[in-house]
């Protein structure tokens, strides 16, 4: 560990006032995942393994929810089958970079999640707390299925992949085509891959 990742301080109630470690990454990572990455349109023809996206998931499913209850659900759309059926729920100008996209992620939120409480939040009765509350469920799925999808950005930035999470798509027909039958209902799609850096606009101004 470095002196560029690494620092000691000193916090109240410590015992006897012994410091700790934080550790901070190094920039190159933070660049990686943040203040460098870009938002990709266009991909190149690379392709993403199962292994890969199997880490990304193995990562992000770590990321805190309420009550641990990870509403969350990822369907990683691969096959031509696959994308043909999104792409005709996704709005004319997303038509083409979510064709192009090696990988189309589809983040879920389970309106059924406190049926897995007992074993996710074992040490309370999470269930009864939500089950028949429509709108505490709807709250909760939403709110922490947006969390896991923004996990899964940082989890595939850390891992060598490039994003691309945008709306425009309908949503009840993304359901109909994915999610019949089930408990899960679309939030939003984000593409991965490997992304074409010389097809990308100049940067926007600064973040707020």
Known sequence: MTETNAREILLVGRPQGRP???????????????????THSA???????DTLLQQIYDLMKWGPTSANSSPGRILFVKSKEA????LA??????????KSAPVSAIIAQDMEFYEKLARLFPHADGRSL?????SLIESTAFR???????????????LGLDCGPMSGFDNAKVDAAFFQGTSWKS????????????KLHPRLPPRL
């Open 20 to 38: 700790i470690k934080i550790r901070s990454l190094a920039g190159e990572a933070l660049e990686q995942i943040f203040t460098k990455a870009r």
């Open 43 to 49: 991909w190149l023809p690379e392709p993403v393994s």
């Open 83 to 86: 994308k043909e059926r999104l």
């Open 89 to 98: 729920c996704v709005a004319e100008g997303n038509v083409e970079k979510t």
């Open 130 to 134: 939500f089950a028949g509350n429509k």
């Open 144 to 158: 922490n299925s947006t969390l896991q999808g923004a996990y899964l950005i940082i989890a595939a930035r850390s």
């Open 187 to 198: 939030n939003f799609i984000c593409n991965l891959g490997y992304g074409d850096f010389s």
